[in-house]
């Protein structure tokens, strides 16, 4: 385990970052990587670059977990009990070290047509989430729009970020 303290004149961090570790899914390394900035975007990429704001872990947080499960009332007591989990990014990545999968709550739970009162806290918790592109460049709304969200989480997302009905992913697509 590696871990680096840094500071700034208005704040200080430690990260820890295990590496080389198996994935639980068998596919490389899992990383969560604190989100919580002032920025429109994330400046990590598709290529495995990484926003380091906050603590990293090796495993996934909890409210993660119950949202890949589709467990959404575990997911909203977990998003207000435990409103720090909703800034943190999960990091996967391959053997090679390449990232497949990075993302913040509020995009795992968008892709998976989650319920209004999820979104809601989670945009609560952290409301830049909306702003905040993941491994695909595709914002929280692009995964609602696709995945065929309904009309009110589709509405939180716009209300929390009203410019992302405009932006594109790596693909250059707008989803919306």
Request: glycine letters at 8%; one cysteine or more; aromatic letters at 6%.
């Amino acid at each position: 385990i590696d871990e680096v303290e840094l500071s700034s004149s208005d704040n200080s961090m430690k990260i820890r970052v295990q590496r080389d570790s198996p994935s639980p899914l068998g596919r490389g390394e899992i990383d969560v990587v604190g989100g919580h900035d002032d920025r429109s975007e994330s400046s990590a990429s598709s290529r495995g670059d990484v926003n380091l704001d906050g603590v990293g872990s090796t495993e996934p947080t909890q409210l993660f977990l119950f949202i890949e499960r589709e467990a959404w009332g575990d997911a909203v007591t977990r998003s207000e009990q435990h409103s720090d989990e909703a800034g943190l990014w999960v990091i996967r990545k391959d053997f090679n070290g390449e990232c497949w999968l990075r993302q913040l709550p509020l995009h795992a739970a968008s892709m998976r047509c989650p319920p209004f009162e999820l979104v809601s806290s989670l945009l609560k918790s952290f409301p830049t989430g909306a702003r905040m592109k993941d491994h695909r460049d595709r914002l929280p709304l692009h995964w609602a729009c696709e995945n065929g969200a309904s009309t009110k989480v589709i509405e939180a997302l716009v209300n929390s970020f009203p410019s992302s009905i405009q932006a594109t992913d790596n693909d250059g697509a707008n989803r919306c």
